[in-house]
């Protein structure tokens, strides 16, 4: 009896580790460099170096009400060690946080960064975290960004 549970255990546990996921950590997905996207006249940007595009029309109207003017505006966009893509322009009073789903970009989060819009921003990474800075107003400091919002004792 206690050999036909000893083996049923040892089978139970084989076929336990034969069905648990693989998992590589810790990974960071993270660019060093934020990426300036001219749209083309379809609305749709290409990051060459990471190997990304996507269509920015639904974006350009959910900020500037607009999104028949594309070609006129150079989107930042960087990516954080966990894979969200943090995306603003020139103009922009929000900076936009999408996770990436099946096939498409999702929005996390909305940030409101500037009441009146951004001169010129500009992305560094700052790991674990996204620095904004708005760089014709040198003298602001950069916004500490998180895919949640800005981080506390950050510029708000």
Request: proline letters at 4%; aromatic letters at 8%; hydrophobic letters at 40%.
């Amino acid at each position: 009896m206690k050999t036909t549970l000893a083996l049923f255990v040892c089978v139970l546990l084989l076929q336990l580790t034969g069905c648990s996921t693989l998992v590589l950590k810790p990974v960071d997905f993270s660019w060093p460099i934020e990426s300036a996207l001219q749209p083309d006249a379809k609305g749709n940007v290409t990051e060459q170096r990471y190997q990304v595009n996507f269509n920015v029309k639904a974006l350009l109207f959910e900020e500037l009400k607009d999104s028949t003017s594309v070609t006129k505006h150079t989107l930042h966009l960087l990516r954080d060690q966990a894979g969200f893509y943090f995306v603003t322009a020139k103009g922009f009073k929000h900076v936009y946080v999408f996770g990436h789903g099946d096939g498409n970009l999702t929005l996390h989060k909305k940030i409101l960064v500037s009441e009146k819009g951004l001169e010129a921003p500009a992305f560094n990474q700052r790991a674990p975290n996204i620095s904004l800075i708005n760089e014709k107003k040198g003298n602001e400091p950069p916004v500490l960004l998180t895919k949640d919002g800005i981080m506390e004792g950050g510029k708000k």
